[in-house]
């Protein structure tokens, strides 16, 4: 019973996201990976402390596909210097991901998050 009520928590959860996403514009969506990016994180820290070493994994390999597809979406022609910065920042957010995964370093991984939360509300000021 608790294994169904888990999997339709995780089946609403999917449908939400899809339909938010569908009807998201583009300064959205990134709002919302965003989003994901900082849960991720924060969950994969509390994995660390936990000692839940299959959670941490699937929550940093979930802040790295994230990392990846901010980073991918950069548009180097238009954005100028501001995608070299952002692309160096995500470069930086996933090398301290990486680190504090392997070390099993909650610290370092909090210091990271620190960094995305930047990077969020900066993008969050920005208005379309």
Known sequence: MMMQAMRARQQYAA???ATRTEQANPHRLIEMLY????????????????????MK????????????GLESSLDFNRGGSVAESLS???GYLRQET???????DS???AAATEAAVGLS???????P
Do not use: V
């Open 15 to 17: 449908i939400d996201t």
């Open 35 to 54: 989003d994901e990016l900082l849960s991720a994180l924060r969950q994969a820290g509390i994995a660390i402390d936990r000692g839940d070493l299959a």
């Open 57 to 68: 994994s699937s929550r940093i390999s979930r802040a790295l596909s994230i990392l990846h």
């Open 88 to 90: 160096s920042a995500y």
């Open 98 to 104: 990486i680190a504090a995964g392997r070390d099993n």
């Open 107 to 109: 610290r370092r991984l």
């Open 121 to 127: 509300n900066a993008w969050r000021q920005i208005r």
